[in-house]
């Protein structure tokens, strides 16, 4: 899998190409900003961007426009966003603009190497990546009244593993239980929770997700 | 010096009642003697005479005691005693007789005296001194003159010097004098005018009057004129006296509105309000009020334009006011109000009252801004700061700490299997060391400064808060974004008092509420927990300090039953 970095860190980003080149990855490009992450990805051709969201000059969140932008230029291009705070409101905003080949994930995954490794796996081929942390934290909301509550502990652990971006075979992977044991277990979720079924893995990401966030207003 | 204000001395004080005693004895002297030695024929007229003399001395008397500082009641006093001396023309005693012949008509003298210097008390123009000395020397012509033509038996040359002193007395009174006081009438603004007036509209009656019969009795001569002419002269010469006393009883109503001013000062609190308010008290439509500039040291009307005290206008004079010492303001009007110096100084006391407390008002105020300007200065500057130090953490020692721990994790793969069990568990656990450092530095650069609020906004920041909070708590806001100022004093409202809640209150749940209302956002954080929010406590009285200093207002309500409920209204443009 062919890889660019972009981190305005040198020491990090040295580090974690490093780590990547070990671990199998070809790395094609590193920028320190936002414009030489795009050049890098002109000309390196790589399958996944990871791409840390704040970046000079303005440091907040040049690293989703950056996304935007390769998103738009290079649809094959997975986008991994790297942020030290994970902000539901920047999921959101991120997906919005489509889930196929896209994730967002903490920065302190880079110590846990093979969840990195996974996630620019997953992102490279297509598929959608939401931090657990993210997850957790919305499934472990207390609401005042809570729907989750009528969900078995298995629903939940995956409606939990859907949020994350899980196909039904990942997901059936996961639990080691057939895919049609999956597909029954989310048809009763989306029945509980009177949620709209959606068509595909991906659409039902940002459905899940905009549900879980939802109940909190 | 015209403009300035005469202050009544001891010593004129001390003056004018020895001068009143001695008309008081010599009015009473004449008044025996006249009653006494009145020959029949001619005692209804002179007694006429003394009784209109009495009219003079009794209202000088009163203005006297009024205006201890004015010539005009010594002078109404002088022309009374004057008219006793002419009473006394009937007396048997050739002394006094010969006395009354002699200052017959001195009277006159005093008379014009008094209405030319009016309301002063003194001459103000060479012309009115011209006046006077022709005066003086009309009446000697008669009075010496002719007299002492008669008492020769010069009786010809006597009628002839008579018709040439009543052509003299004819031109000058009907066409010098009384012209002269109705020119200064009209001349006159308000307050001058009232005072003017009645006392120009009887001496003018009196004048023409008197030329007209003076022109009658000497050229035509009909038989009934000595019988007309006297009733009529006294009638009309009793009034001028009275028009006296009727022009201060119409300054004493406009002193009793001084009072009213103080109430109409104390409501308009500006200095516009000022000129209108004491143009109508005092009666004077052209008055202007200036006041103290220190740094072009002059006077500066409302709109700005300097206002220089009147020196070479004698219908203009200036009050100043002052205050410590310090020139405060000037108030230039007509100088007929300083004749009745009490309402002049009524008006400015009370006048000084309102424009100190004017510049008093205007310097709290100035100060209170200075201070307001400086207090959000201080909040924007931390604020600043708290950003600063928040980027620094972020981009120094939490990547600095990723790198150690990605580091670390690459050091125990290299290493591999070469490593025993105990040194794999070290290594793990200074992975996981660093890992909770850099972890719990992240937390600390989010409560220094959360980078989302700045990103994203407060409502963003708000819902980064409430998803991590461990109870359920219901959140609205706007998504739009506020001055940076704003939007962090709300959020630190928010966060401090949802940081209360945990810790306090003990509540199942809360709330946080963000509204945009009118020119203000309004934050309110409420819970269902058993109170006891202490507003003085250090978190709430710093979000307080915060609010205050961006002129907000903050409130805390907290009750057993009730919960807590905190407030703040941030005003934002």
Redesign the interface.
């Known amino acids: 899998v062919r890889v660019v970095l972009a981190d305005?860190?040198a020491?990090?980003r040295e580090?974690?190409a490093?780590?990547l080149t070990?671990a199998g990855f070809e790395m094609v490009g590193q920028a320190g900003d936002a414009r030489h992450l795009l050049e890098a990805v002109d000309e390196g051709a790589p399958d996944v961007a990871v791409v840390d969201i704040?970046m000079p000059p303005t440091?907040?969140?040049e690293g989703i426009e950056a996304a935007h932008v390769i998103r738009e230029r290079h649809p094959k291009v997975g986008v991994l966003l790297l942020s030290?705070?994970l902000?539901?409101?920047?999921a959101i905003k991120l997906l919005s603009a489509g889930t196929e080949g896209v994730g967002y994930l903490l920065?302190?995954r880079?110590?846990?190497?093979e969840e990195l490794e996974e996630a620019i796996r997953r992102v490279g081929a297509g598929e959608t990546v939401v931090d657990p942390e993210i997850v957790a934290?919305?499934v472990g909301?207390?609401?005042?009244r809570d729907p989750l509550d009528e969900l078995t502990e298995r629903e939940r652990a995956v409606l939990a593993l859907m949020a994350e971006g899980r196909s039904n075979r990942g997901i059936s992977e996961q639990f080691v239980v057939s895919e049609r044991t999956v597909e029954s277990h989310v048809a009763s979720i989306f029945t509980k929770l009177d949620l709209a079924v959606a068509g595909d893995d991906h659409r039902r990401v940002l459905a899940v997700l905009r549900y879980l966030r939802a109940d909190?207003? | 010096v015209p403009g300035q204000r005469a202050e009544p001395s001891k010593v004129k004080t001390m003056v004018g009642s020895v001068l009143v005693a001695t008309c008081g004895a010599v009015g009473l002297v004449g008044a025996i003697a006249s009653w006494v030695f009145f020959t029949t024929n001619q005692a209804p007229v002179l007694v006429g005479y003394h009784l209109v003399g009495w009219a003079f001395a009794i209202t000088g008397l009163m203005g006297w005691a009024r205006r201890p500082g004015n010539r005009t009641g010594p002078l109404l006093v002088l022309t009374g005693a004057l008219l006793w001396m002419l009473s006394m023309q009937g007396s048997h005693l050739l002394v006094l007789r010969t006395a009354g012949g002699l200052l017959g008509s001195a009277f006159a003298v005093a008379l014009i005296y008094l209405v030319l210097a009016f309301p002063v008390g003194y001459l103000t123009s060479r012309y009115d001194r011209a006046l006077v000395v022709a005066t003086v020397l009309i009446v000697a012509l008669e009075d010496i003159g002719v007299s002492l033509l008669r008492m020769a038996s010069a009786h010809e040359i006597a009628t002839s010097l008579y018709r040439v002193q009543s052509a003299l007395v004819i031109v000058t009174a009907a066409g010098m004098i009384a012209p002269r006081l109705i020119r200064r009438w009209i001349a006159a603004s308000g307050p001058g005018r009232r005072m003017l007036g009645p006392l120009v509209l009887s001496t003018s009656v009196w004048l023409f009057a008197h030329a007209l019969v003076r022109f009658v009795h000497t050229f035509v001569q009909p038989g009934w004129i000595d019988a007309a002419y006297q009733p009529f002269n006294q009638t009309v010469m009793a009034a001028i006296p009275l028009t006296v006393v009727f022009g201060l009883s119409g300054a004493r109503a406009r002193r009793s509105r001084v009072g009213d001013l103080v109430v109409e000062l104390g409501r308009i609190h500006s200095s516009e309000g000022l000129r209108p308010a004491l143009a109508r008290t005092l009666g004077d439509p052209g008055l202007e009020v200036g006041f103290w500039s220190a740094e072009q040291g002059r006077y500066l009307t409302v709109d700005g334009l300097a206002l220089e005290p009147p020196t070479d206008d004698p219908r203009k004079a200036a009050t100043f006011l002052e205050s410590q010492g310090h020139p405060l303001a000037v108030i230039v009007h007509d100088a007929a109000l300083l004749d009745d110096p009490r309402l002049i100084d009524a008006s400015g006391v009370a006048a000084r009252l309102a424009v100190e407390n004017e510049r008093l008002h205007a310097e709290v105020r100035a100060q209170l801004e200075a201070v307001r300007a400086s207090r959000a200065r201080i909040v924007e500057a931390g604020d600043a700061e708290r950003r600063r130090v928040e980027r620094n953490l972020h981009d120094g020692a939490q990547q600095r700490l990723i790198t150690l721990t990605l580091q670390l994790r690459m050091l125990s793969d290299a290493l591999g299997s070469g490593l025993d069990a105990r040194q794999q568990e070290l290594l793990e656990r200074a992975r996981q060391e660093a890992s909770a450092a850099h972890a719990e530095l992240r937390e600390l650069a989010q409560g220094v400064h959360p980078s989302v609020l700045s990103d994203d906004g407060l409502a963003a920041a708000l819902e980064y808060l409430v998803e991590r909070a461990p109870l359920p708590v219901r959140l609205t806001a706007p998504h739009e974004r506020y001055p940076t100022s704003v939007e962090s004093t709300a959020y630190f409202v928010a966060a401090e008092a949802l940081t209360n809640v945990l810790k306090h209150a003990r509540a199942s749940g809360a709330s946080i509420s963000v509204t945009n209302g009118e020119g203000e956002l309004v934050v309110e954080v409420t819970d269902d927990g058993h109170g006891g929010a202490d507003p003085e406590g250090s978190g709430l009285r710093g979000i307080a300090d915060r609010v205050a200093a961006l002129d907000g207002s903050f409130k805390v309500d907290s009750s057993p039953e009730g919960g807590t409920r905190v407030r703040a209204g941030i005003p934002c443009e």
């Open positions: 305005d860190s020491l990090l580090s974690l490093r780590a070990d704040r440091h907040t969140d030290q705070h902000q539901t409101a920047y920065k302190d880079v110590s846990r190497l934290r919305l909301r207390r609401r005042d909190n207003q």
